[in-house]
């Protein structure tokens, strides 16, 4: 499938979404998981086409596909909100999110300075202003693209930064304590 897609299942108590670049995938919520399949009829033009010639060659955009740095499209990344992600290092690893503003892309630990446990993106993005990424618990305002917090009860204290680049169309991780990681 060329293009991901975001698939939020809300049940009474609780709403989970997941992005998707396969045709099949799951959503857990709560103690149910959902399963689901896509079908893709965009991809080898349909009834029975022949698949197009030289496929056996690996392009070098199937070997940037298969980078487990590269984490997601430039265009996937909301610039109205944030993008979660899960960065790993064998079998530890820390949830981040994605911010963009332009063509920049910043990634920061999912985690509120004020109280850690606490996601600034729960799962649908956190809330982002022209200049903030305001965390929802008690409003605490993080400078985009700096990290900064300006206001509330962490103010002074900074999110913590996960190192990123942009690649062409891709961003990919470039921070050291990980080896790899994929969009939540
Ligand atoms: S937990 Fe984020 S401001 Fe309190």
Same mark, same amino acid.
């Given at each position: 499938?060329?293009?991901?897609?975001?698939?939020?299942?809300?049940? @009474?108590?609780?709403?989970?979404?997941?992005r998707?670049?396969?045709?099949?995938? #799951?959503?857990?919520?709560?103690?149910a998981?959902?399963?689901?399949?896509?079908?893709?009829? &965009?991809?080898?033009?349909?009834?029975?086409?022949? =698949?197009?010639?030289?496929?056996?060659?690996?392009? @070098?955009? !199937?070997?940037?596909?298969?980078? =487990?740095? *590269?984490?997601?499209a430039?265009?996937?990344? =909301?610039?109205?909100? #944030?993008?979660?992600?899960e960065?790993?290092?064998?079998? &530890?690893?820390?949830?981040g999110?994605?911010e /963009?503003?332009?063509?920049?892309?910043?990634?920061? &630990?999912?985690? $509120?300075?004020?109280?850690?446990?606490? *996601?600034l993106?729960?799962? +649908?993005? !956190? /809330?982002?202003?022209?200049?903030?990424?305001? $965390?929802?618990e008690?409003? !605490? /305002? +993080?400078? *985009?693209?700096?990290?900064? $917090?300006?206001?509330? =009860? $962490?103010?002074?204290?900074?999110?913590? %930064?996960? @190192?990123?680049?942009?690649?062409?169309?891709?961003?990919? %991780?470039t921070? @050291?304590?990980?080896?790899?990681g /994929?969009v939540?």
């Amino acid at each position: 499938m060329d293009d991901a897609i975001r698939v939020t299942v809300e049940t @009474e108590d609780e709403e989970e979404t997941v992005r998707l670049s396969d045709t099949e995938g #799951t959503v857990e919520v709560g103690d149910a998981t959902f399963r689901f399949s896509v079908d893709d009829e &965009r991809d080898g033009g349909g009834d029975g086409d022949a =698949p197009a010639e030289g496929n056996d060659a690996p392009t @070098e955009e !199937a070997d940037a596909v298969s980078d =487990p740095r *590269r984490l997601v499209a430039i265009d996937d990344i =909301p610039t109205g909100g #944030t993008l979660r992600f899960e960065a790993t290092n064998g079998q &530890r690893g820390a949830e981040g999110i994605l911010e /963009r503003n332009g063509d920049e892309v910043y990634a920061w &630990r999912n985690s $509120c300075p004020h109280k850690p446990h606490v *996601r600034l993106d729960p799962g +649908f993005g !956190a /809330r982002v202003t022209d200049d903030h990424i305001v $965390c929802h618990e008690h409003g !605490a /305002r +993080f400078v *985009r693209g700096d990290g900064f $917090c300006t206001r509330g =009860p $962490c103010r002074g204290q900074s999110l913590e %930064l996960i @190192e990123v680049e942009r690649r062409d169309d891709g961003v990919y %991780l470039t921070d @050291e304590r990980f080896d790899g990681g /994929r969009v939540l």
